[in-house]
């Protein structure tokens, strides 16, 4: 079973709606979470990183919640564009980890349309 | 925009050809990745590399082989491709003081006939 399982799978929304993705871990123990944005034919890029003791973080329309206790983070995006449409991907890494050992969630498909 | 360089983008071969997936960066990091990725799943990691003549095998069984004789130069080579090699391979690097953040190529995408 993956440590880290995002939902949706997929999701389509309108251009200037908002959404929010999610991101439920099971990796022990934590170190930190980020997301990452795909596009079509690119390599992930970094969105934002979450410590163990950040609640919250914005990245201009991207705000990323963590909560440590119950192991999930949300990705909230405001007033989607068309450059939105991705995969995002949740990856989280443990304390104990050692070079490379990262989990990857299998990511949440966004599609904004006109 | 990460200065990362994958090499070639698309690739579509026969099986039982040897071939050679390139990756640069000149970002001067020392550790470097290899990932594959199928649609709609998690990447998985097949190889990395802490520095010049350093190289492990990651999680993911793989056939293929990895050097790294240069800091900026990681290539992955598939000695005999069989169809179930057709995949997206991702190569990544990251800095020693915050290794866990990546930057990624944009991906070869591999098809073996």
């Known amino acids: 079973k993956n440590q880290v399982e995002q939902s949706p799978q997929s999701l389509i929304i309108l251009e200037g709606k908002n959404c929010t993705l999610q991101?439920?871990?099971?990796?022990?123990?934590?170190?930190?979470l980020r997301w990452y944005k795909q596009d079509t034919g690119r390599g992930p890029v970094s969105l934002t990183i979450?410590?163990?003791?950040?609640n919250t973080k914005s990245n201009g329309r991207y705000t990323a919640t963590l909560d440590a206790d119950t192991k999930q983070s949300s990705l909230h995006i405001t007033a989607s564009q068309l450059s939105d449409s991705a995969s995002y991907i949740c990856?989280?890494?443990?304390?104990?980890?050692?070079?490379?050992?990262?989990?990857f969630g299998r990511g949440t498909q966004l599609t904004v349309w006109p | 925009e990460a200065d990362i360089y994958q090499t070639p983008r698309y690739l579509v071969i026969g099986t039982g050809k040897k071939i050679t997936l390139e990756c640069s960066q000149t970002m001067g990091h020392d550790k470097m990745y290899w990932y594959q990725q199928d649609p709609g799943m998690e990447l998985h990691l097949i190889h990395y590399?802490?520095?010049?003549?350093?190289?492990e095998k990651g999680d993911l069984s793989s056939e293929s082989t990895v050097s790294r004789i240069r800091t900026e130069h990681f290539p992955l080579t598939l000695e005999s491709a069989r169809p179930s090699h057709t995949s997206q391979y991702l190569c990544?690097?990251?800095?020693?003081?915050?290794?866990?953040?990546?930057?990624f190529g944009s991906g070869t995408q591999l098809s073996v006939l």
């Open positions: 990544a690097s990251s800095e020693e003081r915050d290794w866990e953040k990546l930057f």
């Open positions: 990856v989280v890494s443990d304390r104990g980890s050692t070079l490379g050992r990262l989990y």
């Open positions: 979450m410590t163990f003791s950040e």
């Open positions: 991101c439920n871990y099971t990796v022990s123990p934590f170190s930190n």
């Open positions: 590399s802490y520095g010049v003549n350093s190289t």
